[in-house]
């Protein structure tokens, strides 16, 4: 660990998986390495090496910072509100996976390399953080849909997140296979399939 102080330490790490996530919106998985990541940071790439030891830890990290944001939102739903529709927790619900298409991505493409090729504890520190969003999905399940089968939703819904960014999102090659292949298929967005997950998975149609 790099001497200086905690906040200096933790402003660093930052840096760099906000430097991985930027790379990562352009470029893919596979092209991104510890030297274009150090490229756009303000210091040297040696040091990224202080912080994390491959390419995977810093993903990990990134995915990690995503499961912690969308936890705090999720509890802040359930301390907000008293009391919720299945359409409106739907809707809320899908609007705050819309704006983690980085998570989702994430999951769909490169979720196994990055714990396989991640030390221990920092794999540890990646399950807490995913074990939170599981704790706040399930307590605002609980608070405001208390006859539904709370582990039921998050044993379905948690593996279907997985699934969701390839079905939402396709580059014009892929478009155009599916085009050749004479597939029919329809496009829709991760908040029309996140919304119509819930929905059904609360008993509605």
Known sequence: MPKGSPELTASRREEIITACEKLYETMSFKEITIKEIGAVTSFTRTSIYNYFQTKEEIFLALMQREYEQWAEELSAIADRNKTMSAETFADVIAKSLEKREQLLKLLAMNHYDMEENSREERLTDFKVAYGASLDAMRACVVKFFPDV????????????????????????????????????????????MIYSCVIQLLGGK
């Not at 089968?149 to 819904?157: A, P």
């Not at 014009?172 to 050749?180: N, P, S, W």
């Open 149 to 192: 089968n709370t582990e039921s939703f998050i044993f379905v819904f948690f593996p279907f997140l997985f699934g969701v960014y390839p079905y939402a999102v396709a580059t014009e090659k892929q478009l155009t296979a599916m085009r050749e292949a004479k597939l029919d298929f329809k496009m829709h967005s991760i908040y029309e």
